[in-house]
């Protein structure tokens, strides 16, 4: 946005990024997603009671937010975005106008549906949750490693827990707080040197490149030979039904995403035909979502602040700088090359 | 088996059902499944310390163990039995003779895999557990209901329960103690005399018939204009996959068989292809074995039997008389004629 302290203007231009065709098919393009500037009023008088206007500091880019994108039936995850309306993502963001004597000025807040723009003015009931900064937590963790804590309980010691989509955003911190509980870790992920990246930088014990170890069930007996305790799924599909070929009893599978779906509607999908597995194993197959964990996230700060100073946790982060980075890191998260969390730097 | 006292007698012929051949496809008939007499000795020096005998009184007849007869490669739930040796099955026991403190001539004993003959010699140790009949509750019930209460945990009065296979062995429990606490309670069933029954004598507030509404997703919107809260899945696939479009919020899905994945082996199987709606709605898919519940059987057994004395819960039990009707009553369940549980008295 153009310059100028926005303390001394009443009306800013904001960008934002809405949906001007569906993408059916494919990673949306500039076809589909554009950028847009529009002014908005952040005088006084013009935030209705009950509001806050905010403004983008960091912007979760993430694998999901494709299926809000093809203008399908996909079932019953996030709606899909309305044409020509902002769309949203999860987001940190800093107060700069309260019209809620909960909220004041400098603020951070979080939200899972957070309008893609530069500036926003927003009522502060609906999905914000104020967050305490933490010293030594920089802000990228805590868009990124928010659920993850959340998903796994109190694994014992000594299982056996398989990660997919390793090096990614929810997976690299899954792996890691896994063997910080004392776990034995082995992850898949898409290309050797995410192979190296999550054994060298994260500390898993084992990995696998799926693209080259393509029979999983081969590999899940060769990384797994005491079966699964805990998968982490990210992938869901051929993936998951594999790991239900190699679950021990009372396997638990926390899932917060399955981006081998992302790429199909669901009546195209090949299903997982196994889920009998689920009876003779008693397993739990259990479905969370990020957003529904806002409350805890004060307590998951803390914990992973304490393992961030003492270097026990590390991260990757792939920073893009300003809003009009969004269609270009959108599209890289869906391919093999990427790792770690892909993040938008909205202001410094 | 020959008549005659059996304190009188060291060795009995003791009438056992074991598998001639597997049946890889279709029900097994008399080719596969064949009843033999074999001798066994009752003489109190011929049973090993740690071991007791014990005379079958009920043996439970349930779809599952069909897809121990394969010989297929059938996944992680029971293993194949082998050829030429007696079958198991959940089964009610009396002792005649104990060589374990534990136990002491005329105990009532469970066991899931009890060997489907008339008098057998086992280990006390293994898969044994005693019961101490409750008045009022008769016998076929402690075999049908035991899994029932553990499932539903404790569900919110007015949820939107679902119930597949409802006039089934497990599902006709499920369906009632789901109204007695409360629940909206609607069930699908194979045939209009099933519907009725589940309404009339089960008081289901509604049912349908799924080999007339074969559109699952249409029938599931006009019975659950609301969404489902709980599916108590005794089917699996393509319901399940319905039922999946029509999730609230934190739905959970217990689930102790997949009746539609016994006719074919897993690879075979059309796939569940929404598990994608789990991350969504935040939805738990949880396998059961009745087997693992057993130590709870006592607190459940008494639950059931102030519902059964007040007339609260009705059973339909299809009993066939002899162990020589193992082979009849098999197949019986496998036709969608079949209703309630059904039950072999192998002794009154």
């Not at 997919?164 to 776990?183: D, E, H, P, R």
């Not at 992850?187 to 999983?216: I, M, P, R």
């Not at 869901?236 to 070929?245: F, I």
Request: glycine share 10%; charged share 25%; hydrophobic share 40%.
């Amino acid at each position: 946005m153009a310059g100028g302290n926005i303390e001394e203007r009443k009306v800013v231009e904001s960008r934002e990024w809405y949906l001007a065709a569906y993408a059916p098919k494919g990673v949306p393009t500039s076809d589909h997603l554009k950028l847009r500037s529009v002014p908005l009023s952040l005088a006084a008088d013009s935030i209705p009671d009950g509001h806050v206007a905010v403004e983008s500091l960091l912007i979760s880019v993430d694998p999901y937010q494709r299926t809000r994108m093809t203008g399908l039936d996909e079932g019953l995850y996030f709606p899909q975005f309305n044409l020509n309306e902002v769309i949203s993502a999860f987001a940190v963001g800093r107060v700069i106008r309260s019209k809620d004597s909960n909220y004041k000025e400098g603020d951070i807040v979080l939200n899972p549906f957070f309008p893609v723009a530069e500036y926003i003015v927003v009522p502060s009931a609906a999905f914000i949750r104020k967050v305490d900064p933490v010293s030594g937590v920089p802000l990228p963790d805590y868009l990124s490693s928010l659920a993850t804590g959340e998903l796994f309980g109190d694994p014992k010691p000594g299982s056996n827990v398989f990660i997919s989509a390793a090096a990614g955003a929810v997976g690299m911190y899954a792996g890691q707080l896994a063997k910080l509980k004392g776990c034995r870790v082995v992850g898949s992920t898409g290309s050797d040197e995410k192979v190296k990246l999550v054994k060298e930088e994260f500390g898993y014990d084992d990995a696998f490149n799926y693209n080259k170890e393509t029979d999983f069930d081969s590999a899940l007996s060769k990384y797994f030979p005491d079966g699964i305790d805990i998968y982490f799924d990210n992938v869901g599909g051929k993936m998951l039904e594999s790991v239900l070929n190699h679950v021990n009893k009372h396997a638990r599978i926390p899932v917060c995403g399955m981006i081998s779906d992302y790429k199909k509607i669901w009546t195209e999908r090949e299903g997982v035909r196994n889920l009998l597995n689920m009876v003779g194993k008693e397993v739990r197959i259990e479905g969370f979502l990020v957003g529904s964990y806002l409350d805890r996230f004060g307590d998951f700060a803390k914990e992973m602040e304490s393992y961030i100073k003492e270097g026990k946790i590390n991260s990757k982060h792939k920073i893009y700088r300003g809003i009009e980075s969004y269609l270009e890191s959108l599209g890289s998260i869906f391919t093999s090359a990427n790792s770690g969390k892909v993040i938008i730097e909205v202001k410094v």
